[in-house]
């Protein structure tokens, strides 16, 4: 068999995982007839067809993704020692891309990174809001923020916060209303402002603490939503109980604007971790990036 083009499997590898000529032609900075012909020149020689093409896009054969699987990690492994080259510099740069919840990054993420920005202006930072367990490696992120107990074993976990508590709130014009529940089992009859988690398509049962005990307890209402912010809005607007972290209801509460409701039942989870695979070998960048989130007491 003919001499194989690298630069062509290295193309193969882009379209395959972006599903797309436009957005791997965007990535590579090359143009979608170049990589079409890269393609076709790659299964000629191959003797195989690798990419499936229809007018909804691309997806990988049988033997493309076979040959996927074998060679995307070895490429994966070339652009980190790359990059780990590349961050050798005298001055730290690079993207670093983290994966967390609105709540992680409004009230940890966004306040830390800031300074450390402004200091070293050669590192970027993206962030990507997101309530799913996600798969920071195969998304092809750096690290990710989840509640301490729910990362995985074979990541190391770094705490960025301190533990922090679930409350459930409502506004004074609700409670006017409707009587306050007494007993987690009472929100049943209320109108209460639910959240979908993407991971799981279905909506996410409020955690409440009672005489010792976790309960999971699944609420019905007007609204839904996939985001923290807007279910706090939802309910200073009076359509009915939120189910949201006490920090960002704090001021709120402070202020009058909202009460709390089950105050008794509120319960505490494990703090913010960023969390990242074990084999990865850390950049300046990311390094200086950790050490600004990391929790200190």
Not at 161 to 180: C, E, I, S, T
Not at 202 to 219: C, F, P, S, T
Not at 230 to 247: C, F, H, I, K, N
């Given at each position: 068999?003919?001499?194989?083009?690298?630069?062509?499997?290295?193309?193969?590898?882009?379209?395959?995982?972006?599903?797309?000529?436009?957005?791997?032609?965007?990535q590579?900075?090359?143009?979608?007839?170049?990589?079409?012909?890269?393609?076709?020149?790659?299964?000629?020689?191959?003797?195989?067809?690798?990419?499936?093409?229809?007018?909804?896009?691309?997806?990988?054969?049988?033997?493309?993704e076979?040959?996927?699987?074998?060679?995307?990690?070895?490429?994966?492994?070339?652009?980190?020692?790359?990059?780990?080259?590349?961050a050798?510099?005298?001055?730290?740069?690079?993207?670093?891309?983290?994966?967390?919840?609105?709540?992680?990054?409004?009230?940890?993420?966004?306040?830390?990174?800031?300074?450390?920005?402004?200091?070293?202006?050669?590192?970027?930072?993206?962030?990507?809001?997101?309530?799913?367990?996600?798969?920071?490696?195969?998304?092809?992120f750096?690290?990710?923020?989840?509640?301490?107990?729910?990362?995985?074993?074979?990541?190391?976990?770094?705490?960025?916060?301190?533990?922090?508590?679930?409350?459930?709130?409502?506004?004074?014009?609700?409670l006017?209303?409707?009587?306050?529940?007494?007993?987690?089992?009472?929100?049943?009859?209320?109108?209460?402002?639910?959240?979908?988690?993407?991971?799981?398509?279905?909506?996410?049962?409020?955690?409440?603490?009672?005489?010792?005990k976790?309960?999971?307890i699944h609420?019905?209402?007007?609204?839904?939503?996939n985001?923290?912010?807007?279910?706090?809005?939802?309910?200073?607007?009076?359509?009915?109980?939120a189910y949201?972290?006490?920090?960002?209801?704090?001021?709120?509460?402070?202020?009058?604007?909202?009460?709390?409701?089950?105050?008794?039942?509120?319960?505490?989870?494990?703090?913010?971790?960023?969390?990242?695979?074990?084999?990865?070998?850390?950049?300046?960048?990311?390094?200086?990036?950790?050490?600004?989130?990391?929790y200190?007491?």
């Amino acid at each position: 068999m003919a001499r194989i083009d690298y630069n062509n499997l290295q193309t193969f590898v882009v379209v395959a995982r972006e599903r797309s000529f436009t957005r791997a032609a965007r990535q590579l900075g090359v143009s979608q007839s170049a990589l079409s012909h890269a393609i076709r020149g790659l299964e000629e020689r191959l003797g195989i067809r690798l990419l499936s093409r229809t007018t909804r896009g691309v997806s990988a054969t049988e033997a493309g993704e076979r040959l996927l699987a074998s060679i995307g990690p070895h490429y994966d492994g070339i652009e980190i020692e790359l990059s780990a080259l590349s961050a050798l510099r005298d001055k730290p740069a690079g993207t670093v891309r983290i994966s967390a919840q609105d709540h992680a990054i409004d009230t940890i993420l966004w306040p830390r990174l800031q300074g450390l920005l402004h200091d070293y202006p050669d590192i970027k930072v993206e962030l990507n809001i997101n309530y799913g367990l996600v798969d920071i490696v195969a998304e092809r992120f750096d690290a990710g923020v989840r509640d301490g107990s729910l990362v995985a074993r074979d990541m190391i976990a770094v705490r960025i916060a301190p533990d922090y508590r679930m409350a459930v709130v409502g506004a004074p014009a609700y409670l006017a209303r409707v009587a306050a529940p007494a007993m987690p089992q009472a929100l049943a009859g209320h109108q209460c402002i639910n959240l979908r988690l993407p991971t799981y398509g279905g909506l996410y049962a409020w955690e409440l603490d009672q005489d010792g005990k976790r309960l999971e307890i699944h609420v019905d209402g007007q609204w839904v939503f996939n985001t923290t912010p807007q279910m706090l809005r939802a309910a200073l607007a009076g359509y009915g109980l939120a189910y949201v972290p006490e920090d960002i209801a704090r001021p709120h509460l402070d202020s009058g604007a909202l009460q709390p409701v089950l105050q008794h039942c509120w319960p505490t989870f494990t703090g913010y971790h960023l969390y990242y695979p074990s084999r990865r070998q850390p950049s300046p960048a990311f390094s200086l990036v950790v050490d600004a989130l990391r929790y200190r007491g």
